[in-house]
């Protein structure tokens, strides 16, 4: 497993070992003791999530407020995504900053996103499959979303017309949002 840091805190690029050969692959995308040993992070993970999209679906930007915020584990099982993690903690330098990656079934990557972010991707395949781990039980009353194109941000989606949810259509601006992050 290699780990990749980034210029925002604790935010990782995970890239798993892949054993292959003429029949296939194998791969272990996630082992507890290791992740605690190679990150340095005592994270423990009580919730699994996936989704299926089609190709121009855009889902974000999500989190959770305290007590119930969450860190993830993300990875994208078939297809592939352009995802974003946008900083909300307001004691980093990064606070209001993205960071952009391409996660698919191929490369493999992983994204390791602390509490503290909100989190968005835009789906290039159809038929995608994107999984996540969570170290929190989802709550409908901590949920909360940032508008994905909100002009604060600055995110190059590399999209002007995504298929969006209501919830996603009808997000709050940075501004608006009062950060319980630090």
Not at 34 to 47: C, D, P, W
Not at 48 to 57: C, G
């Amino acid at each position: 497993m290699k780990i990749e840091s980034t210029v925002f805190r604790d935010l990782l690029i995970i890239t798993p070992d892949v054993f292959g050969d003429d029949r296939g692959y194998f791969f272990e995308p996630f082992n507890e003791a290791r992740f605690r040993v190679e990150t340095g992070l005592n994270i423990t993970f009580v919730q699994d999530n996936e989704s299926m999209s089609r190709k121009n679906v855009l889902r974000g930007l999500h989190f959770q407020v305290p007590p119930k915020s969450q860190a993830k584990l993300i990875r994208v099982t078939r297809g592939a995504v352009l995802d974003v993690v946008v900083d909300l903690r307001t004691n980093e330098p990064t606070f209001g900053q993205h960071f952009k990656i391409v996660l698919s079934g191929e490369n493999k990557q992983q994204l390791f996103v602390p509490e503290g972010f909100a989190h968005g991707f835009y789906v290039l395949e159809d038929q995608t499959v994107f999984s996540y781990k969570c170290s929190n039980y989802y709550s409908k009353e901590h949920d909360r979303s940032l508008l994905w194109n909100d002009p604060a941000l600055k995110i190059d989606w590399e999209v002007d017309s995504p298929e969006l949810s209501e919830k996603d259509r009808n997000a709050m601006k940075l501004e608006a949002f009062d950060s319980p992050f630090f």
